[in-house]
């Protein structure tokens, strides 16, 4: 028996109607970015937020920010420059929190892995170095680390970086969910603070520099700066 | 009573908790329901709060460009690879 399924059918979808001109006339210009400069500002971002690509990433970073800041003196800018500088460092603080802690829950078993994590351990934070690989899920052994990783891996930093670009290209959701993440961000920052405190002799003490705890609370508190300003900004800017 | 006492003294915690969130959560107005009215705010003080938070996060945004370019470069010459 031969079985022959449906008749293949092409469907044409039309294109969608696009307008060609203003309604006085004047040429409609569809950019891809909000600022011709945004296109530097993500490939710095994201390479430098790798941390690994961080000396490359961060030259590509300061050339868009240039561009981006010659723009606002020359007037030409739509986007605010102070939403330009809280929406690129939330979305490299999210984006350096995502990637070392996707190098730990996914490679610890990788060179590159082992090296910066372990690493990164041994400068700052002990628990990224002392039993590291011998856990349950194995990389980070600590049980409250490896709590606090998962969740920001696969709920807060992905939705840190993603919010902040679609802030930073002004639209509606992207101002809505900068919020969102800060509340967020305020949670992990209180449960993570406790977690380090409480394990300071295991985690700081071990480490070279002893200074990790200030490190680290300096940027987790990002918070206390992003979200009085997205309270108080212009929402009709963000209409994208 | 010596339990009253901490159990008093837990419910007065609660207490201000929940009422420090009313009166954070009651002055918050999301963006997609704001009347036009609400951005007036932006009228009284407000630029000079987003110049100062801008001054802040610049700073912050210059340290997070010299921990990413420094990290990894610092780990490899400190401790080679593992």
Redesign the interface.
Known sequence: MVVTGPAKKKVTIPAAEEPTSAPGGEPVTTSRWVEPADGWLAAGILS??T??L??F??IV??IGLVKLWRSVKAGTNVRP??AT??G??CM??GM?NFLPWSLDTFAHNS?LG???I???G??FDGAFFLDYNKGALGGVANHSEKMWQLLAVFILMPMRTVSAWAFLQMR?WG??FM?ISGWLYLFLWVGYTMAMSLDFPQRMADSEFGMGWWLFN??YL?PM??L??L??????K?NR | MHDVLILAGMVVADIAILAVWWFIGSR?????Q?PAS??A??EKG?PM???V??Y???F??A???I??????????V?????
């Open positions: 430098s937020g941390m690994l961080g000396p990433g961060a970073l300061i420059w102070s500088v809280i690129t460092f490299i603080d350096i060179v082992r090296t910066f372990t690493g990164y041994r400068f509606t101002l809505h919020k300096l940027f990002s700066f992003v009085p300003y309270y108080t900004v212009d929402k009709s963000w | 918050l107005v999301p963006a997609e704001a609400a951005n705010e932006t407000v709060l987003h110049e938070l801008t802040v996060c610049f912050l945004l340290g997070l460009i921990e990413c370019m420094a990290m990894f470069p610092a780990i490899l400190r401790f080679g690879w593992s």
